[in-house]
Antibody, heavy 122, light 107 residues
Framework: EVQLVESGGGLEQPGRSLRLSCTTS????????MSWVRQAPGKGLEWVGF??????????EYAASVKGRFTISRDDSKSIAYLQMNSLKTEDTAVYYC?????????????WGQGTLVTVSS | DIQMTQSPSSLSASVGDRVTITCRAS??????LAWYQQKPGKVPKLLIY???ILQSGVPSRFSGSGSGTDFTLTISSLQPEDVATYYC?????????FGQGTKVEIK
């Protein structure tokens, strides 16, 4: 059974940092692109970014709203994806989901974690 | 960047009604479009990918169509369990932008 479990959320002050983890099981982690999606309270879904597989050098893409502040990484030996969030802003307050991205005919996020809440407030 | 615009932003329909949600891309994205359903308080769930391919386990009353810039999600016969917000997302190139969502309610 495919499982994705986010952790690391919590309350943090503006300007500080936080690292989220996405611990996975049930599939060959190294074969998949992993992405992060967030949802501010009462708002819609916002794509944050993704990390490609090692075959594609583990390169990353980010939304403009987080580029330069957030970094996605992966540890294929542990089947974990990370979201390092620096210089946090109050507008980063959201539930953060990690997703597995699959490709056949097209990309899609076929599995989602349950999400972890990040609150940025002084 | 390509923008994704959904319409309507919300709708109310009766059980058994045919419901159509549209998603428009500001530039062509071939068929690299997925639809997700998010029920209140729940995690989003993949419904359709590649514009029209139904994800395994999704009821056949859901269907998708379109290519290029205009896409449609159709629920052929609305059921009470379909109350949710529906999102389209482009997957051709980064950024993988979402539409703003369409909230579906029962009349």
């Amino acid at each position: 059974e495919v499982q994705l479990v986010e952790s690391g959320g919590g309350l943090e002050q503006p300007g500080r940092s936080l690292r989220l983890s996405c611990t996975t099981s049930g599939f060959t982690f190294g074969d998949y692109v992993m992405s992060w999606v967030r949802q501010a309270p009462g708002k819609g879904l916002e794509w944050v970014g993704f990390i490609r597989t090692k075959v594609y050098d583990g390169t990353t893409e980010y939304a403009a709203s987080v580029k330069g502040r957030f970094t996605i990484s992966r540890d294929d030996s542990k089947s974990i994806a990370y979201l390092q969030m620096n210089s946090l802003k109050t507008e980063d307050t959201a539930v953060y989901y990690c997703t597995r991205a699959s490709f056949s005919s097209s990309w899609r996020s076929d599995y989602w974690g349950q999400g972890t809440l990040v609150t940025v407030s002084s | 960047d390509i923008q994704m615009t959904q319409s309507p932003s919300s709708l109310s329909a009766s059980v058994g009604d045919r419901v159509t949600i549209t998603c428009r891309a500001s530039q062509g994205i071939n068929n690299y479009l997925a639809w997700y359903q998010q029920k209140p308080g729940k995690v989003p769930k993949l419904l359709i990918y590649a514009s029209s391919i139904l994800q395994s386990g999704v009821p056949s009353r859901f269907s998708g169509s379109g290519s290029g810039t205009d896409f449609t999600l159709t629920i052929s016969s609305l059921q009470p369990e379909d109350v949710a917000t529906y999102y389209c997302q482009k997957h051709n190139t980064a950024p993988w932008t979402f539409g703003q969502g369409t909230k579906v309610e029962i009349k």
